[in-house]
DNA sequence: AAAAATATTAACAATTTTGTTAGAATTTTC
DNA sequence: GAAAATTCTAACAAAATTGTTAATATTTTT
């Protein structure tokens, strides 16, 4: 779960111990922490993800973590030297959640390639439906701060340009094999996305509209989800 | 432009005169501001806008609008009581227009069906390229502060509720004339928005990461459009 | 031109927010 | 069990941020 992320706290131990600290140490190739090693720590953790997700870096307060937390803010000043410290390593983890869940979507199979589509799509639905707040938590940080996707730009793009390209051999292949119309990986991941997050993006807003019309919240997520698919497999469809 | 919202100062102006002040004054039954009539009203409220928009309400600095209106942040005061009355004039601006947009999208035609949603896109299309910083403004707001939404919820779900009227009876008629397949309005709604909106949402991500690869910001858009309209068409063919 | 209304400024103030520090308590190491 | 490292607390502090106020300048009305 925790990618590329320590606490300072956790680094100056180890620096005390192999005498080697810079300011930029590099993290990723520090020995990731033990999970549960400690306790106050983690709960700092829990709840800054949870603060930042809700109300973004400039609506979160430090103080609000320490409390949801139970610890003093100094405390959170201790393990995480400043804000953007701590907001930075969730941040990162949510960035590799993401990319790493899209690089999973294909698994070699012997399926038809346009059941192969609708699986991953299903797939990356749910995984959105479990993680609702996290497409507008990325939008956002990277909007209001766009330097901040500097720091994870270059492993990010190798990861995913690797991933287009098995799509669009996947692609070829079908097309080849009769099975598909004609389309590039890169639009069909961007169609894919798009429907998929939208729908819960957009969720606050149409049920605060709508939400008299509708039965019930899950009923529309899953009415969304076989329409996307059908918009997708007709899509691809000749 | 100003829908529903003037400032405290033509309050506080229009209330001396008809000596009818109360609290809770109905703003949208006062004549509305004529424009230019106060030029750093307008500098506040230009500089506001591009401030809350880039930013969010919780980014957002009174100073940082002040500086770039040019006028001390006591003047903004005078003007605007609080942050968040000169937040909410704004943001009710902002889900008007993009009210008043979504609804002005069908316009009676004798073309078929299919030809006049392919229409409607294009030009949602274009609106969000004109306007690419709404989508997130509107999402990011509703998300950090619900209980906004409940200021406009009413009349806003009026207006949408009879353009999704409209398009239904749309559908209805074309199905009859065997000129689409089988779709409810909500879920064609749903696709062109998510689509549309999110393409610019993902812009900056997806150039940061893919940048390299493309040779233009404004191609790739083009191409994105001509992708969604083919996908818009796709779905509702037969 | 006098009076009234409106616009503007500068200084002040309350609160919030992030961050620090010195020292005490606890745990770990030897 | 003594020394060393670490965890933790309470109080402090600096800066930012929103908002106020009293006095002054300007404009509008009569």
Request: charged residues 25%; hydrophobic residues 45%.
């Given at each position: 779960?925790?990618?590329?992320?320590?606490?300072?706290?956790?680094?100056?131990?180890?620096?005390?111990?192999?005498?080697?600290?810079?300011?930029?140490?590099?993290?990723?190739?520090?020995?990731?922490?033990?999970?549960?090693?400690?306790?106050?720590?983690?709960?700092?953790?829990?709840?800054?993800?949870?603060?930042?997700?809700?109300?973004?870096?400039?609506?979160?307060?430090?103080?609000?973590?320490?409390?949801s937390a139970g610890v003093t803010h100094a405390m959170l000043h201790y393990y995480f030297k400043t804000k953007e410290q701590l907001f930075t390593g969730i941040f990162d983890d949510?960035?590799?959640?993401?990319?790493?869940?899209?690089?999973?979507?294909?698994?070699?199979?012997?399926?038809?390639?346009?059941?192969?589509?609708?699986?991953?799509?299903?797939?990356?639905?749910?995984?959105?439906?479990?993680?609702?707040?996290?497409?507008?938590?990325?939008?956002?940080?990277?909007?209001?701060?766009?330097?901040?996707?500097?720091?994870?730009?270059?492993?990010?793009?190798?990861?995913?340009?690797?991933?287009?390209?098995?799509?669009?051999?996947?692609?070829?292949?079908?097309?080849?094999?009769?099975?598909?119309?004609?389309?590039?990986?890169?639009?069909?991941?961007?169609?894919?996305?798009?429907?998929?997050?939208?729908?819960?993006?957009?969720?606050?807003?149409?049920?605060?509209?709508?939400?008299?019309?509708?039965?019930?919240?899950?009923?529309?997520?899953?009415?969304?989800?076989?329409?996307?698919?059908?918009?997708?497999?007709?899509?691809?469809?000749?």
């Amino acid at each position: 779960m925790l990618y590329l992320f320590c606490s300072i706290k956790f680094v100056n131990k180890t620096v005390n111990k192999i005498r080697q600290w810079t300011q930029n140490i590099n993290f990723q190739y520090i020995t990731t922490m033990t999970k549960h090693q400690n306790n106050k720590e983690m709960a700092i953790l829990e709840a800054a993800r949870n603060e930042f997700l809700e109300k973004g870096y400039d609506g979160a307060r430090i103080t609000s973590i320490a409390k949801s937390a139970g610890v003093t803010h100094a405390m959170l000043h201790y393990y995480f030297k400043t804000k953007e410290q701590l907001f930075t390593g969730i941040f990162d983890d949510f960035i590799h959640q993401v990319v790493g869940n899209m690089t999973e979507l294909f698994n070699d199979s012997d399926k038809p390639f346009i059941q192969q589509v609708e699986d991953a799509v299903s797939v990356h639905f749910d995984f959105i439906k479990e993680n609702p707040q996290i497409p507008l938590f990325v939008i956002r940080e990277i909007a209001t701060h766009p330097e901040r996707i500097e720091l994870i730009k270059d492993s990010v793009a190798s990861t995913i340009g690797g991933f287009f390209g098995t799509v669009q051999k996947g692609i070829d292949q079908a097309r080849i094999n009769g099975e598909i119309c004609d389309i590039d990986a890169i639009n069909l991941l961007f169609d894919v996305l798009s429907l998929n997050a939208f729908t819960f993006l957009a969720r606050p807003i149409f049920f605060a509209v709508f939400g008299r019309l509708t039965a019930d919240d899950s009923v529309f997520i899953e009415l969304r989800k076989q329409e996307i698919l059908k918009t997708i497999h007709k899509r691809l469809a000749i």
